[in-house]
């Protein structure tokens, strides 16, 4: 039996509860296990150390605004996202601002030099689009970054626009992450486009929240041990069951059971602006091409969503990657004005800075080589998932709670 112990609580014991299993963690991965569990006729009790569901997709209300923890944009060609999900399409691509050029990926040709670079990526993005995943698993695995140089990728296509479009992908401005993870976000790309989830990020674990029965997630209540039958609490007592489920971030679940692997990860900082009214970019993904400030990508959200901003307003979104996502917000809000006025084409000066939102851990690094998926069963009665243990992001937490489920189930069966 894989157990953690900590010093014990001053609060006097309580009785156990008993259920057939305990979720550990009430984000994506998580309510989807849980969702899963439900449905296969098992009672399930989630524990949610914080006052809210939901994790890094959690969306923060504010007059009128709903401002997302996470900048990660959910890729409509990810088979894992549950239905009804709303997604709200970006109908104007992506747009790539350098230094006295725009090019727009997904859009109108261009003209002039330009249309060279667009149809190039036009074609390659077609032959992507059904390029089967097995083909793209054979080829030679790389860093993201030496793939745009060994490909015979013309060199100024691949830093005037395939760099910057992986980095926003990818959330990584190195591109040190697998090959193999920027080839598959590429063809999702080719494949879907570009959405937000209608109503914010936080739209995605509370409709998962709203598929299981009342009384099923219990937030403020913080595990201290875990075992194959029960989960001790700090002040709610011990919750005795048939089986455990670890669903939280990587570093918690390492303090939970020891030995588990803990990656490096990736900061993220979110910016949230109101503008006085419409912006010339659009619904589109407005990425910086020419390295004129903090800022590595941005979006007029509500253009794309309109229920994220009051009438009159819009909200622009803004993400920093890298070193300078540690900056201090103030700083971080000073130095980004007059590069998103450029990537925007409309002056930010009067823009009103509605929160800063920083994640240090906010993605799992997934440098080569790239195994894909970890395993979720850890011990008969044991599991894990998240993120941490398949693709980075939302399609992991979901797919990696898939996985749990079923391990969990078989050894159920099998008892």
């Not at 059971?257 to 990656?263: A, M, Q, S």
């Not at 990508?297 to 979104?317: E, F, I, K, M, Y």
């Amino acid at each position: 039996m894989l157990t953690r112990r900590t010093h014990p609580t001053p609060h006097a014991p309580r009785p156990a509860r008993r259920t057939d299993v305990v979720v550990v963690g009430g984000g994506t991965a998580g309510l989807a296990a849980a969702g899963r569990l439900t449905a296969a006729g098992l009672g399930v009790t989630v524990l949610e150390a914080t006052g809210r569901i939901g994790g890094r997709m959690a969306t923060v209300h504010r007059d009128g605004f709903r401002l997302d923890r996470t900048g990660q944009l959910p890729l409509p060609g990810t088979p894992a996202l549950p239905r009804p999900l709303r997604l709200c399409r970006l109908s104007g691509g992506v747009l790539l601002r350098g230094a006295g050029r725009t090019h727009r990926v997904g859009g109108a040709a261009p003209a002039g030099d330009e249309a060279d670079d667009h149809a190039w990526l036009h074609s390659s993005l077609a032959r992507l689009r059904h390029c089967p995943e097995a083909r793209l698993r054979a080829w030679p695995e790389l860093t993201a970054a030496s793939a745009l140089s060994a490909r015979g990728i013309p060199p100024g296509i691949a830093e005037r626009s395939l760099r910057p479009l992986l980095t926003a992908l990818l959330h990584d401005p190195e591109l040190d992450s697998s090959s193999r993870l920027g080839d598959l976000a590429l063809r999702s790309f080719a494949r879907g486009g570009l959405s937000l989830p209608a109503g914010g990020a936080g739209a995605l674990p509370e409709l998962l929240a709203s598929r299981l029965p009342a009384g099923t997630v219990r937030t403020g209540v913080r595990a201290t041990e875990v075992s194959t039958t029960a989960v001790t609490t700090h002040g709610h007592g011990t919750f005795r069951c048939r089986a455990v489920v670890v669903a939280t971030g990587a570093a918690e679940a390492a303090r939970l059971l020891p030995g588990l692997r803990v990656p490096a990860f990736r900061p993220v900082t979110v910016l949230h602006h109101a503008a006085p009214g419409a912006l010339p970019s659009g619904a589109a993904l407005v990425v910086e091409a020419a390295d004129r400030g903090p800022v590595t990508h941005s979006v007029a959200a509500s253009a794309a969503d309109p229920s994220r901003a009051p009438g009159g307003r819009t909200l622009v979104t803004s993400v920093v990657l890298g070193e300078r996502a540690a900056e201090p917000p103030e700083l971080l809000d000073k130095a980004a004005r007059s590069q998103l006025g450029a990537m925007h084409q409309a002056p930010a000066d009067d823009w009103e800075l509605l929160a800063v939102h920083h994640d240090p851990q906010a993605l799992p690094a997934a440098p080569p080589p790239y195994p894909a998926v970890r395993r979720a069963r850890l011990l008969d009665g044991l599991y894990v998932c998240g993120d941490h243990r398949d693709v980075p992001g939302p399609p992991g937490d979901l797919s990696s709670a898939a996985r749990a489920v079923q391990a969990l189930l078989k050894d159920l069966a099998g008892r």
